[in-house]
């Protein structure tokens, strides 16, 4: 591996954690924080939590597990090549997940219409509330004591919340900073106006190619689309073409396969040479330059970025807002509305959840331990969460 460049996050001078530890002999810092992710019952679930298809509709479809191991390795070669520390753009990818509700953005839409008297829901504050507050499984503090910089990353790996004048940004325009954002239990200032670490970016921009690439390939398994539809669409079009150029008579399933990992490959390098390009015209010396650089400096190139936008919108006609796809979720977020309103009238939780909510002092607070306790379902978890509350009556359509 190359010596990293003099922009990335170095683990040996990390701002720290809010509770101390003892030095380890063997890992660095964000290997550590890695480590710790992997191991917490967060992760686990991921395994059988919606990406797009509900878990049970086929082994071959992603769930929020296997997209979250794509992102990961997606992150570390991207990292790679721009010489920055491969280990924290791991952590970030592993974690970017965590906040996500069973059922993919239709547990999430339910979640923050229910919430929306105490404060929303949001999934990327969501993961930090895991990350800091909810694994509760160490013996001398909750949550899992991340490094200061895999906060940041995991709280900012989209860009900054708030302006210079503390006025939300982007997608918080309209809805206000998330829940929480006051309370984050870090060891110093998550800096909220500033841009994230460049490993953090890598996490983000990887998060996006996953989706593309590996989105088209459920749809294809899923025959929701076919490779005519394909042959025209900005980004994967001449990709499908040179593929079924090249390989006519292959089967169909090596054929989408090609086109996949062509489509990554092509995004990655497309990735990395703008990065390239960006970091040499930016001039950074070190990662708190990288943070005040005024804009994201790993991205698609322009040429790239308008066609993936013509992608993303075919997918959501095509795919995400076909019937197949929508039925399930109606129906899931009919299930998530039942859980909700049942455990907040009754509190009738399973073990700790029940009691803590009985405790809790101000409706808000029962209200914000009935999301937490919904979020950090599975999706088997939360049918049958369903199926003992209402006697085996399915959501009502």
């Given at each position: 591996?190359?010596?990293?460049a003099?922009?990335?996050s170095?683990p040996?001078q990390?701002r720290?954690?809010l509770?101390?530890?003892?030095d380890s002999p063997?890992?660095?810092?964000?290997?550590?924080?890695?480590?710790r992710?992997i191991?917490s019952a967060a992760?686990?679930r991921?395994?059988?939590?919606?990406?797009?298809?509900?878990?049970?509709?086929?082994q071959h479809f992603?769930?929020?597990?296997?997209?979250t191991l794509?992102?990961s390795?997606?992150a570390r070669?991207i990292?790679?090549?721009?010489?920055l520390n491969?280990?924290?753009?791991?952590?970030?990818a592993?974690?970017h997940d965590?906040?996500?509700?069973p059922f993919?953005?239709?547990g999430?839409?339910?979640l923050?219409?229910?919430?929306?008297d105490?404060?929303?829901?949001?999934h990327n504050m969501q993961?930090?509330?895991?990350?800091t507050q909810?694994?509760?499984r160490?013996?001398?503090h909750?949550?899992?004591?991340l490094?200061?910089?895999a906060l940041?990353?995991?709280?900012k790996h989209?860009?900054?919340?708030?302006d210079?004048?503390?006025?939300?940004?982007g997608?918080?325009?309209e809805t206000?900073?998330?829940?929480g954002?006051?309370?984050?239990?870090?060891s110093?200032?998550l800096m909220?106006?500033?841009?994230?670490s460049?490993?953090a970016?890598?996490a983000a921009i990887?998060?996006?190619i996953?989706y593309?690439a590996h989105?088209?390939?459920?749809?294809?398994?899923a025959?929701?689309?076919?490779?005519d539809?394909?042959?025209d669409?900005?980004?994967?079009?001449?990709?499908?073409?040179?593929?079924?150029?090249?390989y006519?008579?292959?089967?169909?399933?090596r054929q989408?396969h090609?086109?996949?990992r062509?489509?990554?490959?092509?995004?990655i390098?497309?990735?990395?040479a703008?990065a390239?390009y960006?970091?040499?015209?930016t001039?950074p010396?070190n990662a708190?330059?990288v943070?005040?650089a005024?804009?994201t400096l790993?991205h698609f190139?322009?040429e790239?970025a308008?066609?993936?936008?013509g992608l993303k919108a075919?997918?959501f006609?095509k795919?995400?807002?076909s019937?197949?796809?929508m039925?399930p979720v109606r129906?899931?977020?009919h299930?998530?509305?039942d859980l909700f309103?049942?455990?907040?009238a009754?509190?009738d939780?399973p073990?700790?959840?029940?009691e803590?909510?009985?405790?809790?002092?101000?409706v808000?607070?029962?209200?914000?331990?009935?999301?937490d306790?919904?979020?950090g379902?599975?999706d088997?978890?939360?049918?049958?969460?369903?199926?003992?509350?209402?006697?085996?009556?399915?959501p009502v359509?």
């Amino acid at each position: 591996m190359s010596e990293q460049a003099s922009y990335a996050s170095d683990p040996a001078q990390s701002r720290g954690r809010l509770y101390s530890t003892s030095d380890s002999p063997t890992r660095s810092e964000f290997q550590r924080d890695r480590d710790r992710i992997i191991h917490s019952a967060a992760f686990r679930r991921l395994q059988y939590k919606t990406q797009v298809f509900l878990h049970h509709e086929g082994q071959h479809f992603r769930t929020r597990l296997t997209h979250t191991l794509e992102v990961s390795q997606m992150a570390r070669s991207i990292a790679r090549a721009l010489r920055l520390n491969e280990d924290l753009a791991e952590a970030v990818a592993l974690a970017h997940d965590l906040g996500h509700t069973p059922f993919g953005h239709a547990g999430e839409r339910v979640l923050h219409e229910k919430m929306a008297d105490y404060g929303g829901f949001d999934h990327n504050m969501q993961a930090i509330r895991v990350v800091t507050q909810l694994e509760n499984r160490y013996a001398t503090h909750d949550g899992l004591n991340l490094t200061w910089e895999a906060l940041e990353g995991i709280l900012k790996h989209n860009g900054p919340l708030i302006d210079d004048e503390d006025r939300p940004v982007g997608r918080y325009t309209e809805t206000w900073l998330p829940f929480g954002i006051n309370d984050i239990p870090a060891s110093a200032d998550l800096m909220l106006a500033s841009y994230a670490s460049l490993e953090a970016q890598s996490a983000a921009i990887a998060d996006d190619i996953a989706y593309n690439a590996h989105d088209i390939d459920d749809a294809l398994r899923a025959r929701l689309i076919s490779f005519d539809d394909l042959a025209d669409i900005p980004l994967v079009g001449p990709i499908v073409r040179e593929v079924l150029a090249a390989y006519p008579d292959i089967e169909r399933s090596r054929q989408a396969h090609e086109v996949q990992r062509r489509l990554i490959t092509r995004a990655i390098e497309d990735v990395i040479a703008t990065a390239e390009y960006e970091i040499s015209g930016t001039g950074p010396r070190n990662a708190d330059d990288v943070r005040h650089a005024g804009r994201t400096l790993i991205h698609f190139s322009d040429e790239t970025a308008e066609a993936e936008r013509g992608l993303k919108a075919f997918m959501f006609g095509k795919v995400y807002r076909s019937e197949q796809v929508m039925a399930p979720v109606r129906r899931s977020q009919h299930l998530v509305a039942d859980l909700f309103d049942r455990y907040f009238a009754t509190s009738d939780m399973p073990n700790r959840w029940g009691e803590t909510a009985r405790a809790a002092t101000t409706v808000a607070g029962r209200a914000r331990i009935v999301a937490d306790f919904i979020a950090g379902m599975t999706d088997p978890y939360a049918e049958a969460e369903h199926t003992r509350l209402f006697d085996g009556k399915g959501p009502v359509e």
